[in-house]
Nanobody, 119 residues
Framework: QVQLVESGGGLVQPGGSLRLSCAAS????????MDWYRQAPGKQRELVAR???????NYADSVKGRFTIARDAAKNTVYLQMNSLKPEDTAVYYC?????????????WGQGTQVTISS
């Protein structure tokens, strides 16, 4: 059984910062990438940031220069440092990991953590 547990969400004023964490545990091996997605009310889930096993990163245009994704491979943990937050960053943020359970490669999802940007 694989678990992805996110933490670090909350309420912050515009211009503030938050750091999200996501730890993967259980029978997951050879994680090739870890992502952060978000979903705002009434909108589709969108990819925010991605980091591969090789350390390559990708960001949505809307967060470039403000968000930074990092990974601790030894701990199967991914982080999202979010700076200069805007009200439009308000969403539920989900962690995703693509890895093997020993048989097949598949996506695993966390339960989500709420991020609210408001004054």
């Amino acid at each position: 059984q694989v678990q992805l547990v996110e933490s670090g969400g909350g309420l912050v004023q515009p211009g503030g910062s938050l750091r999200l964490s996501c730890a993967a545990s259980g029978s997951i091996f050879s994680i090739t990438r870890m992502d952060w997605y978000r979903q705002a009310p009434g909108k589709q889930r969108e990819l925010v940031a991605r980091i591969t096993s090789g350390g390559s990163t990708n960001y949505a245009d809307s967060v470039k220069g403000r968000f930074t994704i990092a990974r601790d491979a030894a701990k199967n943990t991914v982080y999202l440092q979010m700076n200069s937050l805007k009200p439009e960053d308000t969403a539920v943020y989900y962690c995703n990991a693509f890895g093997s359970n020993g048989i097949v490669y598949r996506d695993y999802w966390g339960q989500g953590t709420q991020v609210t940007i408001s004054s």
